[in-house]
């Protein structure tokens, strides 16, 4: 939450250029507060674990959340009871013409895919320009990262040679970004995919700003302000045991893995492993949630405007 004080304090200008949330007197008598209405585009296969990762961070704030399951409209997951599907989930079809204050589109396990392929593509590249009228803010996680930044700017992911797999450690890029208040200069993010995108094409386009990132595996966190969005490749959102999951079922498949990186005590599988993401986490999603607060009209016929 920010803190109010008066426009002319020292503290004032040096707290903003810090990035710490300072709002002027004037602005904090003109605020008015209602629940934030927040989107989960769930595209993950095991629905209830993701579901259950992104309402625990989104919902650590003392701010007020309405949370919104949706799904593509075609899609039939396998993975899920259609009880819960029919119960707690929309089609997009029947959402597209409501406003949201943010909006997550969700990794899907489907990398190896060219985007074109995908078999709800076309109904997500209407999504994400329905977020340009309809959402303030919108968090592209993993391959939804991918498929917004390629879908806005054509910026291409990359096929592996291998599994980048494990806890990586990554640099704070922008100190001073509303969207890093508190975060560490060096932190360890989990990283599961087969793909990558490249810094120097993200460099290449105007106006996109990468904000975290490592030297082993590339851009992590980037900002497209033009889009009001935000793209992460990683997975902050995972469980403690979320890569051992992953591990474990790739063992018990026979399918070539490493252990994860940096995961495991002294990389050693029979001990349980540590989280060590896990503040940074609640950081991020707190900075982006309080940062829509901030920044949202308070009448959501307003978004998009």
């Given amino acids: 939450m920010p803190i109010t004080l008066p426009e002319n304090l020292p503290a004032f200008d040096v707290l903003k250029r810090e990035g710490v949330m300072v709002m002027s007197r004037a602005q904090a008598a003109r605020q008015d507060i209602r629940p934030l209405r927040i989107g989960l585009l769930n595209l993950m296969p095991k629905k209830i674990?993701?579901?259950?990762?992104?309402?625990?961070?989104?919902?650590?704030?003392?701010?007020?959340?309405e949370l919104s399951l949706i799904r593509m409209t075609g899609h039939k997951t396998k993975n899920t009871a259609a009880e819960h599907m029919a119960e707690f989930y929309r089609p997009f079809q029947e959402v597209k013409g409501e406003k949201f204050d943010g909006l997550i589109i969700t990794g899907a396990p489907i990398e190896h895919l060219p985007f074109e392929?995908?078999?709800?593509?076309?109904?997500?590249?209407?999504?994400?320009?329905?977020?340009?009228?309809?959402?303030?803010?919108?968090?592209?996680?993993?391959?939804?990262?991918?498929?917004?930044?390629?879908?806005?700017?054509?910026?291409?992911?990359?096929?592996?040679?291998?599994?980048?797999?494990?806890?990586?450690?990554?640099?704070?890029l922008a100190p001073s970004s509303p969207y890093l208040r508190g975060f560490s200069d060096d932190f360890v993010i989990p990283v599961s995919r087969w793909t990558e995108m490249r810094q120097e094409e993200i460099d290449a386009v105007p106006g996109l700003v990468t904000l975290l990132a490592s030297d082993e595996v590339g851009p992590c966190l980037v900002e497209d302000p033009a889009h009001r969005a935000l793209y992460?490749?990683?997975?902050?959102?995972?469980?403690?045991?979320?890569?051992k999951q992953e591990y474990d079922r790739?063992?018990?498949?026979?399918?070539?893995?490493?252990?994860?990186?940096?995961?495991?005590?002294?990389?050693?599988?029979?001990?349980?492993?540590?989280?060590?993401?896990?503040s940074h986490a609640h950081l991020l999603y707190g900075n982006w949630i309080n940062q829509i607060y901030q920044t949202t009209p308070f009448d959501l016929a307003e978004i998009g405007g």
């Fill in 49 to 65: 674990q993701t579901e259950n990762q992104f309402a625990r961070l989104v919902g650590a704030t003392p701010l007020q959340i």
């Fill in 117 to 172: 392929e995908v078999t709800y593509w076309d109904e997500l590249r209407e999504v994400m320009d329905w977020t340009q009228s309809n959402v303030h803010s919108t968090f592209g996680v993993c391959w939804g990262g991918m498929a917004m930044i390629n879908h806005f700017h054509g910026v291409e992911k990359h096929m592996l040679k291998e599994k980048a797999f494990g806890c990586f450690r990554h640099r704070n």
């Fill in 232 to 243: 992460i490749f990683n997975h902050f959102e995972y469980d403690s045991d979320t890569l």
């Fill in 250 to 278: 790739d063992i018990a498949s026979g399918t070539p893995v490493r252990v994860p990186v940096n995961y495991y005590p002294d990389d050693d599988p029979s001990k349980p492993p540590m989280n060590r993401w896990r």
